[in-house]
């Protein structure tokens, strides 16, 4: 909260995401960008946060797709913060940004989110791949790595903190599967920072869900 300062501070914030939106996608961060970051995951005020993730939602709702999430270099500084700052903990520093974005390269992460059918025989996530499809050419772009994580439980989505990488779980022999999420795991540096790509889901060779991206539109 800001107190009496709350309507200048939510204007200084929202000045902050609108410069943020005013650059393109780009896996060299450099100290100014950084430090925009480190701002917009210390605002104390939830809708700063809110508004400046929502562009890094696509909704898709096609069953089991519920939605795609992106995390770039940009964002994973300013979850980074968020979660230092959900933790109490001390300032976030340039050094320890960089130390988060060495750790992790240039990538691109591409989550899907997923929920089955209630009665579904799933166990386990099934083989669903997550391919970058560039317009207007259509060829597929396939990810370094891929993680499928199960979930059995219903999801936990509120807050404006919430990450989006799934918590690990454990479960109990014959526990019901009722959705999970897939990591994918992209290589940011070939990738056309003003181009758009389609994030296709597809089971072998069906396609089940895709949803359009503009990198250009992403910090």
Not at 5 to 33: K, P, Q
Not at 35 to 63: C, K, M, N, T
Not at 94 to 117: K, P, R, S, W
């Amino acid at each position: 909260m800001c107190g009496s300062w709350e309507l200048r501070c939510l204007l200084a914030a929202m000045l902050v995401i609108a410069a943020g939106r005013g650059a393109a996608y780009d896996t060299a961060i450099g100290a100014e960008a950084i430090a925009e970051a480190i701002r917009i995951g210390q605002s104390r005020i939830d809708r700063v946060r809110v508004d400046y993730h929502r562009a890094y939602r696509l909704d898709v709702r096609v069953p089991p797709v519920d939605y795609v999430e992106l995390v770039t270099p940009f964002r994973r500084v300013v979850l980074a913060v968020e979660e230092r700052e959900a933790l109490g903990g001390r300032a976030f520093r340039q050094q320890e940004a960089q130390a988060v974005l060495a750790g992790h390269g240039q990538t691109l992460d591409v989550l899907v989110e997923l929920t089955f059918h209630p009665q579904n025989a799933h166990v386990g996530v099934p083989a669903y791949e997550v391919l970058l499809a560039s317009r207007p050419s259509g060829s597929l772009i396939r990810p370094r790595s891929l993680r499928r994580v199960p979930r059995f439980s219903p999801r936990l989505d509120s807050g404006p903190t919430r990450s989006p990488y799934p918590a690990p779980w454990v479960t109990a022999s014959g526990q019901p599967t009722l959705g999970g999420t897939l990591v994918a795991s992209f290589d940011g540096a070939p990738l056309d920072a003003q181009a758009t790509y389609d994030v296709v889901v597809r089971e072998k060779e069906t396609e089940l869900a895709r949803a359009t991206v503009a990198l250009a539109s992403l910090r």
